[in-house]
């Protein structure tokens, strides 16, 4: 294997500085917005749906770019998910991310690129996230 780790870190520093640029420029540091979209019987704010759909349309693009790759550029082998079973568990963790989403009005991404403003709240937010991750992964045993 290429020792490729300087070249990995550099991507994905460009990587993050793109996604958060991406966040900031449709809105999504905002939790109101997010507030706003899933307020369907309120002032319903439709923007978050052209927001997805243009990451959907990235994702899918960079999808057929790394189905006809033999291999990432920065490694040996792509590591995809492989499990395909709608479970229990998956829905339980779709459903309190949906909550934690409802609630806070950030998700991980836009979280972690909010943080650039220093809001209070934001900082509660991303500290209990983390707790959460820490406690999954120290307490969940994997399958159960």
């Given at each position: 294997?290429?020792?490729?780790?300087?070249?990995?870190?550099?991507?994905?520093?460009?990587?993050?500085?793109?996604?958060?640029?991406?966040?900031?420029?449709?809105?999504?540091?905002?939790?109101?917005?997010?507030?706003?979209?899933?307020?369907?019987?309120?002032?319903?704010?439709?923007?978050?749906?052209?927001?997805?759909?243009?990451?959907?349309?990235?994702?899918?693009?960079?999808?057929?770019?790394?189905?006809?790759?033999?291999?990432?550029?920065?490694?040996?082998?792509?590591?995809?998910?492989?499990?395909?079973?709608?479970?229990?568990?998956?829905?339980?963790?779709?459903?309190?991310?949906?909550?934690?989403?409802?609630?806070?009005?950030?998700?991980?991404?836009?979280?972690?690129?909010?943080?650039?403003?220093?809001?209070?709240?934001?900082?509660?937010?991303?500290?209990a996230m983390l707790a959460g991750m820490i406690v999954h992964d120290r307490f969940v045993e994997p399958g159960t």
């Open positions: 294997m290429r020792n490729l780790a300087g070249s990995r870190v550099i991507a994905a520093l460009v990587s993050g500085l793109i996604f958060g640029l991406g966040l900031s420029l449709s809105g999504m540091l905002d939790p109101a917005r997010v507030h706003g979209f899933l307020d369907v019987t309120g002032g319903w704010d439709p923007s978050l749906a052209f927001v997805l759909a243009g990451a959907v349309a990235v994702a899918a693009l960079g999808t057929i770019l790394a189905k006809r790759m033999a291999a990432p550029m920065l490694d040996d082998q792509f590591h995809l998910p492989q499990g395909r079973l709608i479970d229990r568990r998956l829905v339980a963790g779709s459903a309190i991310f949906g909550i934690g989403w409802g609630i806070g009005g950030l998700c991980p991404g836009p979280a972690l690129a909010s943080l650039s403003l220093g809001l209070p709240a934001t900082v509660w937010f991303v500290v």
